[in-house]
Each structure stands twice: as C-alpha cells, then as structure tokens.
C-alpha cells in the first residue's frame, strides 16, 4: 500500500494549486482518503476527507478547497484556491481503510490507517 502526494511548490498570495495523491495497492471503492497539513511548530490538521457518500473540510478551507477523486486512476486531488498564508505547510494524503469507506473521525489523524510522505506548499504574502 502507497501514497505518494506531489503538487506542490510556491504560490503567491491569493493563488491556487491542485495536489495529487497517486494511491496503489488498494482501489478507492471502499476506502476513504483524507488530507492533512503540519506547518511549523504548529500541530497537525485535518483538511478533507472523500469517501463514497462523503466530503469534509476542516472550516479554515470551507469554500476554498476542493476535494475530488479519479477512481479509474485511483487518483485523489486537493484544488486550493484563495491561498492565504496560514494555508503554508506541508501536505499529506493518508487512506481509512479500517471504516467500511467511511471518513470515521479523521480530523485527529487517529483512524488513519496509512500515510503518504507529504508536499510542502508555502503561499508567499
């Protein structure tokens, strides 16, 4: 099982930028995949999560952020828009596996059950 996310890079204020996560090893039909961020000294966060019959965004990307899948490619994209500072991190695809292809709580990263290695995106003011 793999998730690689790739996409990133500078972007001005106000910008936008699509990442990708390239999944294998598992098809998105019963999973859900979900994208966290960490910027420096700063904690963890949940940004969005797809699954079959779900979307959530953490309400700092509410309206700026889109998330969307390509099962055919077994493909996974984050469309950011409006980029503000704070938005700067590093950015990571992850898969619940264990959740019937459900989202299950993913904000706290806890029922993840796989990690990608993240895409640094910083938004220069």
């Known amino acids: 099982v793999q998730l690689q996310a790739f996409g990133g890079g500078l972007v001005p204020l106000g910008g936008s930028l699509r990442l990708s996560c390239a999944v294998s090893?598992?098809?998105?039909?019963?999973?859900?995949i979900a994208w966290f961020r960490q910027a420096p000294g700063k904690e963890r966060e949940g940004v969005s999560c797809?699954?079959?019959?779900?979307?959530y965004y953490a309400d700092s990307v509410k309206g700026r952020f889109a998330i969307s899948r390509d099962k055919a490619k077994n493909m996974v994209y984050l469309q950011m828009s409006g980029l503000k500072p704070e938005d700067t991190a590093v950015y990571y695809c992850?898969?619940?596996?264990?959740?019937?292809?459900?989202?299950?709580?993913?904000?706290?990263?806890?029922?993840?059950?796989?990690w990608g290695q993240g895409t640094e995106v910083t938004v220069s003011s």
């Open positions: 992850a898969a619940l596996t264990s959740w019937g292809g459900y989202c299950a709580r993913y904000q706290s990263g806890r029922t993840v059950n796989y």
């Open positions: 090893g598992f098809t998105l039909d019963d999973v859900a």
């Open positions: 797809v699954a079959n019959s779900e979307t």
